[in-house]
């Protein structure tokens, strides 16, 4: 009977100064009137990042079911581009899905979500299916990011993320490293991580090969740590809560691969998890430990809850050493830090090349997201100095700049290649629901390979 009274709200653009808008409305606001939501946007200025945040608020806990009017917004903005109509109804698309249904609960009683259809001219049909494929990979990431650790540990991760790939198979190839591999591969700095745990770590990596008239070829890097205790450092109660979602990375990664293979892009992408627990116990890392790391730097251990740096300072090392990667890009939810720079709006970026950075900032802009560049600057290495090893991997006693020492320390361990690093510690999970965020931005990116 519910479903017989749901009724289709349409939603259109509308410019804020058209004579229908009567009421002095800011841009990006909603005014609705006969069953018609008009988003007002201002004709002159197209946003995406703006459109994108301000679709997903308009459509929070919505219960109607939607019919979006894309040409609307097409034509308000009078686009007549080809790449810019794909990236607006692109973020358009995957902005109306985000709230369409819940990706994980346990709740006894589910909200059934919206109906969505959209309304566009055939010749966009590819569009928007590659839109919903992206969609789908954004889901698949927040699904694995809402479960509890209980359910997403190293092994569960690799046979979720297996699944997900099994309908393209054919098109990547997929490796997993164990516990014995990566002690022969000398991934020690993951394995020290993984030392309190009972679960054996886990490097997965799904190597996408398309672009066979390009010699690049990208490495993501994704943190993967399924729970975060600290470690020895262990955390009191309110900071180790949420700490599931300390692998938001790694499932970043995968499902950005999987929109590219999906999809049939042309790029050289390969995508590599670095998944273990950090808990405490008998065998765990102690502060004062030096630990010999894949790229052959030995690494003092001021504080195991520095832990996510650890893993993927040997995830960088293999993505060069072993798959040749032109380009690092990785992401991760490395410091709290965030919080008091950038809060969650905005995620942090680190690169090591100007170029890269504003191919990366255009390239996350025309994908809906939110990103600024923080500084890379040799004072903040300075503070990981060691009296013992090559490096400490953190500086318990100098908490200025937190999130540049860390990609400072990260920077150390890329053989001299090119490096983007991203961090989502505040951006990736919003009020306690994974977001899946900066997987338009990887696909897209991805993309820009020459």
């Known amino acids: 009977m519910e479903s017989l009274e749901r009724k289709y709200v349409i939603f259109k653009a509308l410019d804020v100064n058209d004579p229908l808008n009567s009421e002095k409305k800011k841009k990006y606001e909603t005014l609705e009137k006969d069953n018609v939501i008009y988003f007002l946007v ?29 040409k609307s917004f097409i034509e308000v903005f009078a686009l007549t581009s ?8 692109t973020v358009l698309v995957v902005a109306f899905r985000f709230n369409q249904k819940i990706p994980f ?11 969505l259809k959209y309304t566009v001219s055939e010749k966009y049909k590819d569009i928007i299916g590659k839109a919903i494929v992206i ?48 002690k022969k591969e000398g991934m020690n700095l993951l394995l020290g991580v993984n030392a309190g745990s009972i679960r054996e770590p886990r490097l997965l990596c799904i190597e996408y090969l398309n672009n066979s008239s390009s010699s690049e070829k990208y490495a993501y ?43 049939d892009i042309k790029t050289n992408v390969v995508a590599i998890a670095a998944l273990t627990e950090n808990l405490p116990g008998a065998t765990a890392i102690r502060p004062d430990d030096i630990i010999v790391s894949h790229s052959g730097k030995t690494v ?58 504003k191919v990366f900032k255009k390239t996350a802009y025309e994908s809906g997201e939110y990103v600024w560049r923080l500084p890379l600057h040799e004072d903040y290495l300075k503070q990981l100095d060691s009296k013992v090893a090559d490096i400490a991997n953190c500086n318990s006693n100098d908490r200025r700049a937190g999130s540049s020492s860390a990609a400072c320390f990260l920077v150390e361990f890329t053989h001299g290649v090119n490096y983007i690093h991203l961090d989502v510690a505040m951006t990736t999970d919003v009020k306690n629901m994974g977001q899946g965020t900066l997987i338009k931005t990887l696909y897209n990116f991805a993309k820009t390979q020459n």
């Open 135 to 182: 969609s789908d990979a954004q889901y698949f990431c927040r699904n694995l990011q809402d479960r509890p650790s209980s359910q997403i540990y190293p092994e569960s991760f690799v046979e979720e993320v297996k699944k997900l790939f099994k309908d393209i198979s054919d098109k990547v190839r997929i490796s997993v490293l164990d516990k014995q591999e990566l």
């Open 82 to 89: 080809e790449s810019e109509i794909e990236n607006l109804l």
């Open 42 to 70: 201002d004709k002159k200025d197209l946003d995406l990042p703006r459109i994108d945040d301000y679709i997903r608020r308009a459509t929070s806990g919505f219960k109607k079911d939607i019919e979006v009017d894309l």
């Open 221 to 263: 890097v994704g943190k993967g740590i399924t729970f975060d205790s600290g470690g020895m450092n262990i955390k009191t109660m309110s900071y180790m809560r949420w700490m599931k979602f300390d692998m938001s990375g790694a499932a970043s990664v995968m499902a950005a691969v999987y929109a590219l293979a999906k999809n």
């Open 105 to 115: 609960t346990m709740k006894q009683k589910v909200d059934p979500g919206y109906g």
């Open 300 to 357: 003092e251990i001021d504080n195991t809850d520095a832990e996510g740096r650890l893993v993927l300072a040997d995830a960088l090392s293999y993505a060069v050493k072993k798959y040749g990667a032109t380009k690092l890009v990785d992401i991760a939810t490395l410091t709290g830090a965030m919080m008091v720079s950038l809060g969650d709006t905005y995620s942090g970026v680190w690169a090591t090349d100007d170029k890269d950075w």
